[in-house]
Antibody, heavy 124, light 110 residues
Framework: EGQLVESGGGLVKPGGSLRLSCAASVFTFSNAWMTWVRQAPGKGLEWVGRIKTDTYGGTTDYAAPVKGRFTISRDDSKNTLYLQMDSLKTEDTAVYYC???????????????WGQGTMVTVSS | QSVVTQPPSASGTPGQWVTISCSGSSSNIGSNYVYWYQQLPGTAPKLLIYRNNQRPSGVPARFSGSRSGTSASLAISGLRSEDEGDYFCASGDASLSGPVFGGGTKLTVL
């Protein structure tokens, strides 16, 4: 089964920027719609956004709390997904997971491969 | 406060049958598929149920999902200690660009 490994998390001050990466292996990354989901400490899951495959124009969608501040991109030649986070706020503090969407299970919102997550802490 | 609500906790003894509910509205559960995710302590979430009642390969038949109107349920039969963790429902929502997750239910095996 496919594997995803996130990296790039850390401590950043409010208003700062951070870029997360998600390296994919064991599956055909270029065929996968990719999503970021986050989980604040002790809280539930929150969808951040997704990027479709080039076949679907590589279009992106974002949750309202991050729209205009976060940018999702992908490099299929490197099998890597990115999350550029700008103008960070304390409420962005969370574990960020990358996932595939409907790769093994042909259904929207079926997040079927998950990385281990990377922690982002926004604090002064 | 999520637009899809779950009870914060549920519990049962080994071998018991337990259910976890997920309540929404016509804009989400009432018109979209429901998904269930299991998150065991210290691990990433895992897809447990998709398209209301479909189990991914490898998920035991003890887990089953159903949807009726604007509500959904996850049922676990033959409860085992390793089932202890958090369970999240999710569904699309017509007013959002992405899915909405329930707040999660912490399942304790007594």
């Amino acid at each position: 089964e496919g594997q995803l490994v996130e990296s790039g998390g850390g401590l950043v001050k409010p208003g700062g920027s951070l870029r997360l990466s998600c390296a994919a292996s064991v599956f055909t990354f270029s065929n996968a719609w990719m999503t970021w989901v986050r989980q604040a400490p002790g809280k539930g899951l929150e969808w951040v956004g997704r990027i479709k495959t080039d076949t679907y124009g590589g279009t992106t969608d974002y949750a309202a709390p991050v729209k205009g501040r976060f940018t999702i991109s992908r490099d299929d030649s490197k099998n890597t997904l990115y999350l550029q986070m700008d103008s960070l706020k304390t409420e962005d503090t969370a574990v960020y997971y990358c996932t595939t969407e409907g790769y093994y299970h042909d259904s929207p919102w079926a997040f079927d491969i998950w990385g281990q997550g990377t922690m982002v802490t926004v604090s002064s | 406060q999520s637009v899809v609500t779950q009870p914060p906790s549920a519990s049962g003894t080994p071998g018991q049958w337990v259910t976890i509910s997920c309540s929404g509205s016509s804009s989400n559960i009432g018109s979209n598929y429901v998904y269930w995710y299991q998150q065991l302590p210290g691990t990433a979430p895992k897809l447990l149920i998709y398209r209301n009642n479909q189990r991914p390969s490898g998920v035991p038949a003890r887990f089953s999902g159903s949807r009726s109107g604007t509500s959904a349920s996850l049922a676990i039969s033959g409860l085992r200690s390793e089932d202890e963790g958090d369970y999240f429902c999710a569904s699309g929502d017509a007013s959002l660009s992405g899915p909405v997750f329930g707040g999660g239910t912490k399942l304790t095996v007594l």
